[in-house]
């Protein structure tokens, strides 16, 4: 976008030197000079206003839309591994669905006694969102290879969104138990995160 708005304001610039005395051409080549630094500018101002507003929609979630994610997300992850024990191929990978079931597990507990001490008690409804059914059941149709490369591409992506909850809460949440729950959470997400990316690349 830039390039096309720099290269219009030039192009009729150079269209009016032509005609123009040498006199004319140094106030042209000011003008035009002024007129690229205006431009600038407005771009410039403009994407400062995207990022910004970019960043306000990203909004902090309440403490029962966060405890909810959460659920839903360990609950994705725990039938997806348990999947994994019976239709993958790759041993590395039976090994990292055997500790999602472990770790979401034990991250669903932590989550849930968090939110049972919250004022007013928060009950975290961990149903799938039809995404992740849809992602389950494309999943159960998978063997082999086939399965695993898919599975580990969805714990790539299923991680960061994990571990950008967790970090956006731990930061910013107003539910003082559920964020400290967060903020314990992350690292391991963090973690989780690192591993399924060596093993999406393998």
């Avoid at 032509?18 to 403009?46: F, I, M, R, W």
């Avoid at 969102?129 to 992506?157: I, P, S």
Wanted: hydrophobic share 45%; net charge negative; proline share 3%.
């Amino acid at each position: 976008m830039r390039n096309h708005l720099w290269m219009s304001v030039a192009t009729i610039a150079v269209l009016a030197l032509g005609a123009c005395s040498p006199k004319a051409e140094q106030k042209a080549d000011n003008a035009l000079n002024d007129t690229g630094a205006a431009v600038s500018g407005v771009l410039n101002s403009t994407d400062n206003v995207i990022d910004n507003a970019q960043q306000a929609l990203t909004t902090t979630p309440t403490g029962q839309e966060f405890a909810d994610a959460a659920a839903k997300s360990d609950a994705f992850e725990i039938e997806a591994a348990k999947l994994a024990a019976t239709n993958a191929q790759s041993p590395a990978v039976k090994e990292f669905a055997k500790m999602m079931v472990a770790a979401h597990t034990e991250s669903t507990a932590k989550i849930k006694a968090a939110a049972k001490a919250a004022s007013p008690a928060i009950a975290p409804n961990a149903t799938l969102t039809e995404d992740q059914a849809d992602d389950l059941a494309e999943l159960k149709a998978l063997k082999g290879a086939e399965f695993d490369k898919e599975y580990m591409d969805g714990q790539a992506d299923a991680h960061e969104d994990a571990l950008e909850l967790m970090r956006k809460y731990a930061a910013d949440g107003t539910v003082a138990s559920l964020k400290q729950a967060a903020g314990e959470i992350a690292p391991i997400v963090e973690k989780h995160l690192s591993k399924a990316r060596a093993l999406d690349k393998d």
